[in-house]
């Protein structure tokens, strides 16, 4: 395991529910991440937050709304998604933003599977 | 246009048989490039790591290697095992920036 766990693992959710994914990292990391995996496609990165403050929106869409509490937590609230925004959601960690070399390796959770219909 | 370009898409090979997957980008200038292996159901995991003046690294049955002048990196799998039956993404960090560039990744598939 890579010391990053997300739940839950599976989601199913129609266009008007309100759901939430939950991150949790016991590594001490000050970073965390979250990114979209849809098939076949690049790893696309959502939002990024360094010390409990967001440093990046990636253009997501409003139906996409983060929250992290504290370091160690990450949360993204689902609310009237859309079709398309089925894939798996990972969530990432690292030490913190900015660092160089090894230091930036980001572990990855083992991710969630949304689909919405 | 993506940055980082994985080749093949796919492929699958026989057990105990060796295999490479390629990596081609244009991030530049660069601080490293990893290789991740993505088991079906959970998040990558980190299998190598080069900095732009390291031309190989090897952990274990994966070695990747690295040409910084054509921009071009391989992750060679030796004597393949079912459990090498994965994706292998390629991940490029710039260097002043910690934005992460992935490429799509190659799915392995490694039958008895």
């Known amino acids: 395991e890579t010391g990053v766990t997300q739940t839950p693992r599976h989601l199913v959710m129609g266009m008007t529910n309100k759901k939430s994914l939950k991150c949790e990292q016991h590594l001490g990391h000050n970073a965390m991440y979250w990114y979209k995996q849809s098939a076949k496609k690049p790893l696309e990165l959502m939002f990024v937050y360094n010390f409990k403050e967001q440093t990046e929106n990636n253009s997501v869409p409003s139906r996409f709304s983060p929250e992290c509490p504290n370091s160690s937590h990450l949360f993204l609230h689902l609310h009237t998604l859309q079709p398309e925004d089925s894939a798996l959601y990972l969530c990432a960690s690292s030490q913190e933003v900015g660092l160089a070399g090894p230091r930036d390796t980001q572990y990855f959770g083992p991710g969630t599977r949304l689909t919405v219909l | 246009k993506n940055q980082v370009e994985q080749s093949p898409q796919s492929l699958i090979i026989l057990e105990g048989k060796n295999c490479t997957l390629q990596c081609n980008y244009t991030v530049s200038p660069f601080s490293n490039l990893r290789w991740y292996k993505q088991d079906t159901g959970r998040g990558p995991v980190s299998l190598t790591i080069?900095?732009?003046?390291?031309n190989t690294k090897s952990n274990g049955r994966y070695t990747a290697t690295l040409d910084a002048d054509t921009k071009q990196s391989s992750l060679h799998i030796t004597a393949s095992q079912l459990s090498d039956s994965a994706s292998y993404i390629c991940?490029?960090?710039?260097?002043?920036?910690?934005?992460?560039?992935f490429g799509a990744g190659t799915t392995v598939t490694v039958r008895a």
């Open positions: 080069m900095t732009f003046s390291e």
């Open positions: 991940v490029v960090s710039p260097l002043n920036d910690y934005k992460l560039s």
